[in-house]
Structures are given as C-alpha cells and as structure tokens.
C-alpha cells in the first residue's frame, strides 16, 4: 500500500470513529431544547474560559521551551508557541498528528552548530515532547488517584464502573489483538533488519541516542522549579476553564428543556469547584481515544460522569460538555489560525 494511501485510511478510519461517539452521545438530544439552553447560558464564563485556554498555551510553550534550551539555546518562546498552536490544528486532522508536526516546526527554525547541523534535530525535539507528555500523563494520574483517595465515596464508582471498569470488558479482545500486531511487527522488523543489518541499526541507534538525549534535557534545565511552576499553572488553567463552564451553565433557563428539567439545572447550578477537577479529570481521559480533536470521546465521557454521578440526564449533560469542548476547540483554531498565518508571512 503506498504512503498516501496509508494516510487516507488512518484519515477515514479515525474520523469514522468520531462519527460513531458524536452519533451516539447525540443521538438522544433534541435540538430545539438543545439550542435553546445553549443561547440562554452564561456566554461571559465561556469567553473567560477561552482565555483561560489561551494562556494554558503560553505557559505550555514556555514549559516546553525550558526543555529544548539545553539543546538549543536558540529557541524562542514564540517559535515554541506558534508549534503548540499549529499542532492542535494537525490534531483535528489525524489523532497524535500534532505533537509530529510541533516537532518537525521546532527543527525547522531550530539554530546550527559550527558543522550547519540542526542543534534541535528532529529526534532531540521529539524526546523533548514525550518528556512533556510524561509529566502531563503524571499529573491526571495524580489527580485521579487523589480524587479516589480523598473522595472516593463521591467519584470512586466513576473511575472503578464506568472507565475502568468498561475497559476491563473488552482487555481480553484489546490484549489478543495487541499481541498479533505486535507479533506481525516484529516479524517484519526482523526482516528489514536482516537486510539492511548495519545501515538500518545505526540509523535506529542515532536516531534512539537523539531522543534519549530529548529525553534528559529535564536534567539539564536552568530554574527547573519554573518547570513545576509552568505544569502547575497549566492544570490550573484546566481546572479553570472547566469551573468557568459550571458556572455559565448555571445560566441555563430551564423553560429552554422543558417540562421537568428544573430539578436537573438546579442540580448543574449546584456544581462547585470540586466538582469541576472531578469533571476536567474525567474528561482528560478522552486524549486516549484515537479520535481528532477529541470529537465524540469527550462528549460521552463527560455526559456518562455526569449522569452517572449526578443522575444529571444525558440531553443536559450533552450541553455542559459541548459548552466544555467546542469553546476550546473554537480557541484552538482562533490560535492555531494565527500561528499559521504569522508563519506564512513571516516566510
């Protein structure tokens, strides 16, 4: 199969999957209800909560920059800025696409050494975004596993039902499928290196020696308590631009749903600051999911934790979490439109 074709089929099979969770967490909404509440929230939180999202990729593009100043004291917190911006477009395209395409951006403006090498190769930038990865994937284990220990009479069944839980049904057809790919993988890796035995080993072993060195360019930063500084003011802004659509949904008229719905919106409008790292949690899970942009996967989870938690019905909770995910999607492609643009002119 040729590399286009290759692309075309992970482009339609990813965005099928997407169709198929946007189809069944909307399949029970009605649309006049739907778009009645939405125009009678609180749109004032919304927009606080876009900011709240730019700034979260500011502080993620200064974060970052800490990691690649060991390899290249060159680089610029605008280069890093315009690569987060620019990979959140590529990953509305194809899952995981952005954080290949942040790196390849940080090569290519990257400065040279004295030979005119790159000092920010691409291999070095990629170790330095799996770095990055690792501690943001540290970060909701450590609220998971705080919210369950503090918590767990409250969220606990969430976690232990509906995510873990769920998962655990399909691990015995998840785990048999893994080890064929697995096995066929090998198989063919163990054939191409046959073949091309010293030219494809020390390629694999520069390549590998590159991300390592990617990799421990945390050892090596200056003010390395700026990094914890920058993730924790990340999360911050997470947990903030959750909390801002709790209280615009608060605004949501209950005439807008409906006979009955009053009950449920009082519910929504008790909702808390608790409640939002509970929800913003929940809804970190959905970057798991091979889907673009998180279309589909956010929007179940997020309706399942509230209606499981709160009992709130799925036709309210569909709201809360197309308010949650379309306003950060919307500022995604505000800043990753700028970023782009400035890069064509700046060519």
Same mark, same amino acid.
């Given at each position: 199969?040729?590399e286009d074709q290759?692309?075309?089929?992970?482009y339609?099979?990813?965005? %099928?999957f997407a169709?198929?969770?946007?189809?069944f967490?909307?399949?029970?909404?009605q649309?006049?209800q739907?778009m009645?509440?939405?125009k009678t929230c609180?749109w004032g939180?919304?927009?606080?909560?876009? %900011?709240?999202?730019?700034?979260?990729?500011w502080?993620r593009?200064?974060?970052?920059?800490?990691?690649?100043l060991? +390899?290249d004291?060159?680089?610029?917190?605008?280069s890093?800025l315009?690569?987060?911006n620019i990979?959140?477009?590529a990953?509305?395209?194809?899952p995981?696409?952005g954080?290949?395409?942040?790196?390849?951006?940080?090569?290519?403006?990257s400065?040279r050494?004295?030979?005119?090498?790159?000092?920010a190769?691409?291999?070095?930038a990629?170790g330095?975004m799996?770095?990055e990865r690792l501690w943001d994937?540290?970060?909701?284990?450590?609220?998971?596993?705080?919210i369950i220990y503090?918590?767990?009479g409250?969220f606990?069944?969430f976690?232990?039902?509906?995510?873990?839980?769920?998962?655990?049904q399909?691990?015995?057809?998840?785990?048999?499928m893994?080890?064929?790919v697995?096995?066929v993988?090998?198989?063919?890796?163990?054939?191409?290196?046959?073949?091309?035995?010293?030219r494809?080993?020390?390629k694999?072993w520069?390549?590998?020696k590159?991300m390592g060195?990617?990799?421990?360019?945390c050892?090596?930063?200056?003010?390395g308590?700026m @990094?914890i500084v920058?993730? +924790?003011g990340?999360?911050?802004?997470y947990?903030?631009?959750?909390l801002?659509?709790v209280?615009a %949904?608060?605004g +949501?008229d209950?005439?807008?749903?409906?006979?009955?719905a009053?009950a449920?919106i009082?519910k929504?409008?008790?909702l808390?600051?608790v409640?939002?790292?509970f929800?913003?949690t929940?809804?970190? @899970?959905?970057?798991?999911?091979p889907v673009?942009g998180g279309f589909?996967?956010f929007?179940?989870?997020?309706?399942?934790?509230?209606q499981?938690v709160?009992?709130?019905?799925?036709n309210i909770?569909?709201?809360?979490?197309?308010?949650?995910h379309?306003?950060?999607?919307l500022?995604q492609?505000i800043?990753?439109g700028?970023?782009?643009?400035?890069?064509?002119?700046?060519?």
């Amino acid at each position: 199969m040729k590399e286009d074709q290759k692309k075309i089929l992970k482009y339609l099979i990813s965005g %099928a999957f997407a169709l198929v969770l946007l189809y069944f967490s909307f399949r029970e909404v009605q649309w006049e209800q739907f778009m009645g509440a939405m125009k009678t929230c609180d749109w004032g939180y919304v927009l606080l909560a876009m %900011a709240a999202g730019v700034f979260s990729f500011w502080l993620r593009a200064r974060r970052w920059r800490m990691l690649l100043l060991p +390899i290249d004291p060159g680089t610029s917190t605008l280069s890093c800025l315009n690569a987060v911006n620019i990979s959140y477009l590529a990953n509305m395209v194809l899952p995981r696409a952005g954080e290949l395409v942040r790196c390849a951006y940080i090569t290519k403006n990257s400065s040279r050494d004295s030979s005119g090498k790159k000092l920010a190769s691409y291999d070095k930038a990629l170790g330095t975004m799996v770095a990055e990865r690792l501690w943001d994937l540290a970060m909701v284990l450590l609220l998971m596993a705080l919210i369950i220990y503090v918590l767990w009479g409250r969220f606990g069944s969430f976690f232990s039902e509906q995510l873990l839980g769920k998962a655990g049904q399909g691990i015995r057809f998840s785990t048999i499928m893994l080890v064929l790919v697995a096995a066929v993988i090998a198989f063919l890796a163990a054939v191409i290196a046959l073949r091309n035995r010293g030219r494809l080993w020390g390629k694999a072993w520069n390549f590998l020696k590159g991300m390592g060195q990617g990799l421990s360019s945390c050892l090596k930063m200056k003010h390395g308590w700026m @990094f914890i500084v920058y993730t +924790i003011g990340i999360w911050l802004c997470y947990w903030m631009m959750c909390l801002f659509i709790v209280w615009a %949904a608060r605004g +949501i008229d209950p005439a807008s749903l409906g006979e009955g719905a009053g009950a449920f919106i009082a519910k929504m409008q008790d909702l808390d600051g608790v409640d939002a790292l509970f929800l913003m949690t929940a809804g970190a @899970f959905s970057s798991l999911i091979p889907v673009p942009g998180g279309f589909g996967a956010f929007h179940y989870i997020v309706a399942t934790a509230l209606q499981s938690v709160y009992g709130i019905p799925w036709n309210i909770g569909i709201i809360f979490a197309t308010l949650s995910h379309e306003s950060q999607i919307l500022t995604q492609v505000i800043c990753g439109g700028i970023s782009y643009f400035w890069e064509t002119l700046r060519k």
